[in-house]
């Protein structure tokens, strides 16, 4: 009994063998290494190591930072001890010396007057005259000083100076300009009018520059007036007048504006525009400057309006666009019937679209623009997306939602040119109505007649509603059968004829067995009867070929089919039509 409960005894050492209070973490930590409490205890450490180092390493950087610039600090003190130390040098210096002729002086006053006057005399000529002596000292630290501020007194005078860049033309100076660049402008301006005339022999335009002082008197002239002086300096015949100049070429030059600028604004207020139009003016830019002018470059005035409100005419080619004819395409281009027709022979017979017509376009001198705003309607393309659908059989495809273009309302800016469209700016837009997306329904309901002799012509509103089999008893008859009977296999699907929501479903005590009947809301309602199991639930909504029963022979009923009734406002009509 003894022996049995010791060897008891040593079996439960051996499961359970006593705890050992030596054991070290790390021991702990391997033996438990195996399982997921020792991964989480070694990331643990590893983690306390990791931060341990970066904290200490943070704690070195700091410290090595504080030590540089403890080091740095110990040398700049250092750095201003040796400076102070050399500025006070000469003091310290200059109190020995004085130090030993006072010594001195007390010596002589024992030895008579004559040698106590001499020592006094040697000890102010040192202090005053001798080697960092009061006058020594003051030079050297009080010139720099002076030095220094009278330098910033130049640098301030000059800085409040002006300073221009005066042009000598022909021996003698005509202005001062604030930049080259004005030169080259006045040179510019003064070839412009220049040009105008047939002079052959080319006039000398070279100048001499020079940097200098510009006084109160003097004066900074515009290119404009230094192409004056330039043109008062040559050689050359000079006028007074107002050059023309558009888009900043000079045209010629007048006596008198006034008439120019009454002949411009006149033919404006006479431009023939239809509808309600703004900012009529001219397409280019029209400017007169008044000043000096060659004089076979003044023009008369009558001749200056007539080449400003000239028009001269140029072949052009137009392209014939919808709706255009012949009479249409002449007034456009204000040109005479007779002359379209010997642009292009026979376009009174024929001016269909796309033809290329020859026209004679004008242009004028200064062209006239104007703005009109107008709405235009434009119209936006639908997409076209394919779709699955079961209300359609396998491998047909048809529209089942028509796309419709949408509409687009645009406010626009367009811009016209002596009449013709220049260009166009849309100031915002609205789309009014949305395009509908075409859908084209690519079938997918595969429930047909076994056999491919059997052909239905019916309209086509219902679909077969078996996956399979064939018509074993038609419609009516000697014993006024209400549906039609499709044999098939038992438990073949039974699918939905169309869409429609269920409004029975379950056992029928009147001789249909189990079976589904279908609300199509279109006073349709269709019937599936004898199933041998009902899908379908009272209140489903359901679409065309979803699975609703499989096919049996409850009820009233010789062997396995679906008995499947289309009913028209509560009367029973044929399936097959």
């Given at each position: 009994?003894?022996?049995?409960?010791?060897?008891?005894?040593?079996?439960?050492?051996?499961?359970?063998?006593?705890?050992n209070?030596?054991?070290?973490?790390?021991?702990?930590?391997?033996?438990?290494?195996?399982?997921?409490?020792?991964?989480?205890?070694?990331?643990?450490?590893?983690?306390v190591?990791?931060?341990?180092?970066?904290?200490?390493?943070?704690?070195?950087?700091?410290?090595?930072?504080?030590?540089?610039?403890?080091?740095?600090?110990?040398?700049?003190?250092?750095?201003?001890?040796?400076?102070?130390?050399?500025?006070?040098?000469?003091?310290?210096?200059?109190?020995?010396?004085?130090?030993?002729?006072?010594?001195?002086?007390?010596?002589?006053?024992?030895?008579?007057?004559?040698?106590?006057?001499?020592?006094?005399?040697?000890?102010?000529?040192?202090?005053?005259?001798?080697?960092?002596?009061?006058?020594y000292?003051?030079?050297?630290?009080?010139?720099p000083?002076?030095?220094?501020?009278?330098?910033?007194?130049?640098?301030?005078?000059?800085?409040?100076?002006?300073?221009?860049?005066?042009?000598?033309?022909?021996?003698?100076?005509?202005?001062?300009?604030?930049?080259?660049?004005?030169?080259?402008?006045?040179?510019r301006?003064?070839?412009?009018?220049?040009?105008?005339?047939?002079?052959?022999?080319?006039?000398?335009?070279?100048?001499?520059?020079?940097?200098?002082?510009?006084?109160?008197?003097?004066?900074?002239?515009?290119?404009?007036?230094?192409?004056?002086?330039?043109?008062?300096?040559?050689?050359?015949?000079?006028?007074?007048?107002?050059?023309?100049?558009?888009?900043g070429?000079?045209?010629?030059?007048?006596?008198?504006?006034?008439?120019?600028?009454?002949?411009?604004?006149?033919?404006?207020?006479?431009?023939?525009?239809?509808?309600?139009?703004?900012?009529?003016?001219?397409?280019?830019?029209?400017?007169?400057?008044?000043?000096?002018?060659?004089?076979?470059?003044?023009?008369?005035?009558?001749?200056?309006?007539?080449?400003?409100?000239?028009?001269?005419?140029?072949?052009?080619?137009?392209?014939?666009?919808?709706?255009?004819?012949?009479?249409?395409i002449?007034?456009?281009?204000?040109?005479?019937?007779?002359?379209?027709?010997?642009?292009?022979?026979?376009?009174?017979?024929?001016?269909?679209?796309?033809?290329?017509?020859?026209?004679?376009?004008?242009?004028?001198?200064?062209?006239i623009?104007?703005?009109?705003?107008?709405?235009?309607i434009?119209?936006?393309?639908?997409?076209?997306?394919?779709?699955?659908?079961?209300?359609?059989?396998?491998?047909?495809?048809?529209?089942?939602?028509?796309?419709?273009?949408?509409?687009?309302?645009?406010?626009?800016?367009?811009?016209?040119?002596?009449?013709?469209?220049?260009?166009?700016?849309?100031?915002s837009?609205?789309?009014?109505?949305?395009?509908?997306?075409?859908?084209?329904?690519?079938?997918?309901?595969?429930?047909?007649?076994?056999?491919?002799?059997?052909?239905?012509?019916?309209?086509?509103?219902?679909?077969?509603?078996?996956?399979?089999?064939?018509?074993?008893?038609?419609?009516g008859?000697?014993?006024?059968?209400?549906?039609?009977?499709?044999?098939?296999?038992?438990?073949?699907?039974?699918?939905?004829?169309?869409?429609?929501?269920?409004?029975?479903?379950?056992?029928?005590?009147?001789?249909y067995?189990?079976?589904?009947?279908?609300?199509?809301?279109?006073?349709?309602?269709?019937?599936?009867?004898?199933?041998?199991?009902?899908?379908?639930?009272?209140?489903?909504?359901?679409?065309?070929?979803?699975?609703?029963?499989?096919?049996?022979?409850?009820?009233?009923?010789?062997g396995?089919h679906?008995?499947?009734?289309?009913?028209?406002?509560?009367?029973?009509?044929?399936?097959?039509?």
């Open positions: 009994m003894d022996k049995e409960r010791l060897e008891d005894a040593e079996d439960t050492d051996e499961l359970f063998p006593a705890e209070t030596d054991v070290s973490p790390e021991d702990d930590l391997r033996r438990s290494g195996g399982g997921a409490a020792g991964i989480f205890i070694r990331a643990g450490l590893f983690t190591k990791l931060l341990a180092g970066i904290l200490l390493g943070i704690i070195k950087g700091i410290r090595f930072i504080l030590t540089e610039l403890f080091e740095l600090a110990k040398d700049i003190f250092k750095a201003l001890l040796w400076i102070l130390k050399e500025l006070t040098a000469p003091l310290r210096n200059r109190f020995n010396i004085n130090k030993e002729l006072q010594r001195e002086m007390i010596k002589a006053k024992k030895d008579g007057k004559s040698a106590h006057a001499k020592a006094m005399v040697r000890f102010w000529g040192s202090y005053l005259f001798g080697e960092d002596g009061v006058f000292t003051a030079f050297n630290y009080v010139l000083i002076v030095s220094i501020a009278f330098l910033i007194g130049v640098i301030r005078y000059g800085s409040g100076l002006q300073y221009g860049i005066s042009v000598e033309y022909n021996g003698r100076e005509i202005g001062i300009i604030s930049a080259e660049a004005d030169f080259e402008a006045a040179e301006e003064v070839r412009q009018r220049i040009s105008y005339s047939e002079n052959e022999e080319p006039v000398d335009l070279s100048a001499k520059f020079s940097l200098r002082i510009i006084s109160e008197s003097d004066k900074i002239v515009s290119p404009e007036q230094l192409a004056n002086e330039m043109l008062a300096a040559s050689d050359e015949e000079l006028t007074e007048a107002y050059g023309i100049y558009i888009d070429k000079f045209i010629g030059a007048v006596e008198d504006k006034t008439p120019i600028q009454d002949a411009l604004a006149e033919r404006l207020l006479n431009y023939k525009v239809d509808g309600i139009v703004r900012d009529l003016e001219y397409k280019n830019k029209i400017e007169y400057s008044h000043g000096i002018y060659l004089e076979n470059s003044v023009m008369e005035e009558q001749a200056a309006i007539d080449l400003l409100t000239s028009t001269t005419s140029k072949k052009a080619v137009y392209i014939a666009q919808s709706g255009d004819t012949a009479v249409s002449s007034q456009k281009y204000n040109m005479e019937f007779d002359e379209l027709e010997k642009l292009n022979p026979g376009i009174s017979e024929r001016c269909s679209a796309g033809r290329i017509v020859n026209v004679m376009e004008n242009e004028s001198y200064l062209p623009q104007y703005i009109r705003e107008m709405e235009m434009s119209f936006l393309d639908y997409e076209t997306v394919e779709v699955e659908t079961s209300s359609l059989n396998v491998g047909v495809e048809a529209v089942i939602v028509k796309g419709e273009r949408g509409e687009k309302v645009s406010n626009i800016e367009i811009t016209y040119v002596d009449g013709k469209e220049y260009s166009r700016k849309t100031l837009a609205e789309i009014t109505k949305e395009p509908v997306v075409e859908q084209v329904g690519i079938g997918t309901y595969s429930a047909r007649p076994d056999s491919t002799d059997t052909k239905l012509y019916g309209t086509g509103e219902f679909s077969w509603p078996v996956d399979g089999g064939y018509i074993s008893d038609v419609f008859g000697e014993r006024n059968h209400k549906g039609l009977d499709i044999a098939a296999p038992g438990g073949t699907d039974i699918y939905a004829s169309a869409d429609g929501v269920v409004v029975s479903a379950g056992w029928n005590s009147g001789g067995g189990y079976f589904v009947m279908i609300d199509h809301l279109n006073g349709y309602q269709t019937v599936y009867a004898h199933m041998s199991s009902v899908y379908a639930t009272e209140g489903m909504e359901v679409m065309r070929g979803q699975l609703i029963g499989a096919v049996g022979t409850t009820g009233h009923s010789t396995n679906c008995h499947f009734e289309v009913r028209y406002m509560g009367v029973c009509n044929n399936p097959a039509n």
